[in-house]
């Protein structure tokens, strides 16, 4: 499979009011990412994003919870 440069792939961030670690809340999501394939989870604790293929992007809303 052909890997798609990180600089191409669908962005995203996620913000917490302070209450939730952001952090710690996607340090629970497991992907199978080859390298370069994406990235996710900088940042500190009250706000991170990445860059991840649309299909791990789904699968990792799924393990969070949500309809994906």
């Known amino acids: 499979s052909t890997v798609t440069p990180a ?10 009011s302070g ?3 952001v952090l710690e809340l996607l ?3 497991k992907l199978d990412l ?9 940042g500190h604790d009250q706000a991170s994003g990445g860059s991840l ?6 699968s990792m809303l799924r393990q969070l ?3 994906a």
């Open 7 to 16: 600089y191409c792939l669908p962005r995203f961030s996620m913000r917490s």
């Open 27 to 29: 340090g629970k999501v």
């Open 65 to 67: 919870g949500f309809d």
């Open 34 to 42: 080859a390298e370069g394939e994406g990235n996710f989870g900088n």
């Open 53 to 58: 293929p649309v299909d791990q992007f789904n």
């Open 19 to 21: 209450e939730i670690s």
